[in-house]
């Protein structure tokens, strides 16, 4: 009896499983908008969650107590600390992978190709910033200004991708390029003027341990046990130095080698004389040496894949489907009230944040790009006008997980973090149904050779 229902479970049950779950599961991660969608689930569940009669349930939740102690180092936080400190440390190494990826062979790789999405996504952060500072400047929140310098990615893509054919595909790859270049500047601001203090002594073991962890990389090492144990201490020592230990993931992406280990030819060398070797032991009916041969072709095989590839593609979906909405839930939760809503839309925070993103971004980023263009320094993406780029900018205002990241570095006072967090999540909304109305509403070119034509014309107009 049991025999027959363990069959049932692994013939019927692992179909079932399959039909039901896994495929639905894929099909969904194949839309290019799923990361947006889940993390627009987390922020849902959170703000439901701090509004309902459990609230006290979750803020004593992320309250609760951690602490690791590995006999090296000693841990101790709040929930809430461990996933803003150590999560997103997997979050920001990724967004690392990403930068290097498109600095190496992406839309960032050429001076030519990168000068207009680099120079947009400056223009996208300045304007956001100065907004910002024009409604704190002199107060005490004044030092919140590089909340609404990020983009989403994301939501963004997301967003432009949920519209369809209505944007050209060069259109999605100039935002995405931008808010590659956007984390990169963000990744900056958060080192360089979210740093309170330095321990000069932690921050020697980090250089230390990344010196060990360039030596091994150096020297061939390829299993990633080493690099995650190094990483780790890293990371640790990052954490007590001052700086904030997210800055350690974007480092360590920058250090994964960006070339498979074995050049086209050496694979297609090495995989027919594999082919012999398993040709022979198939011939004499010797079993181990088949699997040897097997064995070899498969690490040939993995070895023309990057390790940068291998890690982005195993280490994305984890953040996008877990790390990101289990940090939306954690960061996204605001009571909101009567009060609370009137102290917000007078607040200069509020204000700032939100005027910053549905503003300032898109006006930096028309600005930025139309001078660079005018100047000659850059063109326009094929198929792509003006009037799009103004469109890409307004989407570029949804900035959410990184945005709430650096507002929890700005700020102690609770009702400040609360003040701007609404600021945020008004302005991400805002920005994605003006941005996506905007560009529903533009006349799509009817063909490539039209849409370049008209890209050229508002060039040089």
């Known amino acids: 009896m049991l025999r027959s229902i363990d069959a049932f479970i692994g013939g019927h049950g692992r179909r079932f499983v399959i039909h039901r779950f896994v495929r639905p599961a894929q099909r969904f991660a194949a839309i290019e908008a799923s990361g947006g969608i889940v993390l627009l689930v987390g922020a849902i569940i959170a703000l439901v969650w701090v ?24 841990i101790h936080q709040h929930l809430g600390h461990a996933v803003n400190d150590g999560l997103m440390v997997l979050f920001f190494f990724v967004v690392g992978l990403e930068i290097k990826r498109e600095l190496v062979t992406g839309e960032l790789s050429t001076p030519r190709r990168a000068i207009l999405p680099a120079a947009a996504a400056l223009g996208g952060m300045l304007g956001p ?16 200004w590089g909340i609404p310098m990020a983009t989403d990615i994301a939501f963004a893509v997301g967003v432009l991708t949920l519209l369809g054919k209505r944007v050209p595909t060069p259109l999605k790859v100039f935002l995405l390029a931008l808010a590659v ?12 003027f979210y740093t309170e203090s330095l321990s ?21 090492v390829r299993s990633f046990a080493p690099y995650i144990f190094l990483g780790v201490l890293f990371w640790a020592a990052m954490l007590e130095s001052g700086i904030h230990a997210t800055i350690a993931g974007v480092i360590l992406a920058l250090l994964t080698p960006s070339r498979p280990y074995y050049t ?43 390790p940068l590839d291998r890690l982005e593609h195993r280490l994305a979906p984890w953040t996008a489907y877990l790390i990101v ?51 000659g320094l850059a063109q326009l993406p094929a198929n792509t006008n003006f009037r799009q780029i103004l469109g ?24 400040h973090l609360d003040e701007a967090k609404v600021g945020i999540l008004a302005a991400s909304v805002a920005a994605g149904i003006l941005g996506s109305a905007y560009l529903l509403l533009l006349p799509a070119p009817r063909t490539a050779d039209e849409g370049l034509q008209a890209a050229r014309a508002s060039a040089h107009s």
Not at 129 to 144: D, K, P, V
Not at 203 to 220: C, E, K, P, S, T
Not at 270 to 294: I, K, N, P, V, Y
Not at 399 to 409: D, E, N
Request: with cysteine; net charge negative.
């Open 51 to 74: 509004n309902s009669p459990w609230d006290q349930s979750y803020h004593d939740l992320w309250a609760t107590e951690l602490a690791l102690d590995l006999h090296l180092f000693e």
């Open 129 to 144: 910033a100065l907004i910002y500072t024009l409604f704190n400047a002199g107060t005490e929140t004044a030092h919140g």
């Open 264 to 306: 086209d030819d050496d694979f297609e060398t090495s995989m027919e004389r594999l082919r012999a070797e398993f040709a022979l032991a198939r011939a004499d009916g010797d079993h181990d040496r088949m699997q040897e041969a097997l064995r070899q072709m498969e690490d040939l095989a993995s070895g023309m894949e990057s």
């Open 392 to 415: 890409a900018g307004m989407i570029a205002g949804i900035g959410f997980t990184v945005a709430l990241f650096i507002a929890g570095l700005s700020f102690e006072n609770p009702s």
């Open 325 to 375: 909405p289990i940090f939306a839930i954690a960061n996204a939760g605001v009571a909101v009230n009567g009060e609370m809503l009137r102290n917000a839309l007078s607040s200069p925070v509020t204000l700032g944040v939100a005027v910053g993103l549905v503003v300032g971004k898109p006006v930096g980023i028309f600005l930025t790009s139309w001078v660079c263009v005018r100047l």
């Open 200 to 220: 000069f002594e932690a921050v020697g073991w980090a250089l230390f341990v990344l010196a060990l962890i360039i030596v091994i990389n150096r020297a061939g």
């Open 181 to 192: 270049a956007d984390d990169l500047g963000g990744i900056v601001v958060i080192a360089v």
